[in-house]
């Protein structure tokens, strides 16, 4: 089992970045396959963006692609998500999540993160 707590959420003007990170304990963070999603009032959970188990293979959703940048250490047992260029649209709680690499390859779908963090707020202002 892994337990995942995310840092560095806060307020920021639109144009302006910040940088999520996702810190994990209880099993090594090499196990699993890492994701972002995230969640505005009123709107379901959205993919983010994820990373492979090495750090080799990355893949983002559509509306955050050339902005975001997720990225992982694991000798440090982090996850991190860059954002950069932000919009008011980004405001959400965002949740890191981890899935057993052991079951597959990284996924966008979030019935396929086992773990998850409790989140943490981002707001943009315009």
């Known amino acids: 089992q892994v337990q995942l707590v995310e840092s560095g959420g806060g307020l920021v003007q639109a144009g302006g970045s910040l940088r999520l990170s996702c810190a994990a304990s209880?099993?090594?963070?090499?196990?699993?396959?890492m994701g972002w999603f995230r969640q505005a009032p009123g709107k379901e959970r959205e993919f983010v963006a994820a990373?492979?188990?090495?750090?080799?293979?990355?893949y983002y959703a559509d509306s955050v692609k050339g902005r975001f940048t997720i990225s992982r250490d694991n000798a440090k047992n982090t996850v991190y998500l860059q954002m950069n260029s932000l919009k008011p649209e980004d405001t959400a709680v965002y949740y890191c999540?981890?899935?057993?690499?052991?079951?597959?390859?990284?996924?966008?779908?979030?019935?396929?993160?086992?773990?998850w963090g409790q989140g943490t707020q981002v707001t943009v202002s315009s």
């Open positions: 999540a981890a899935a057993d690499r052991s079951y597959g390859r990284m996924s966008t779908e979030s019935l396929a993160y086992d773990y």
């Open positions: 990373i492979s188990w090495s750090g080799g293979m990355t």
């Open positions: 209880g099993r090594t963070l090499s196990m699993y396959h």
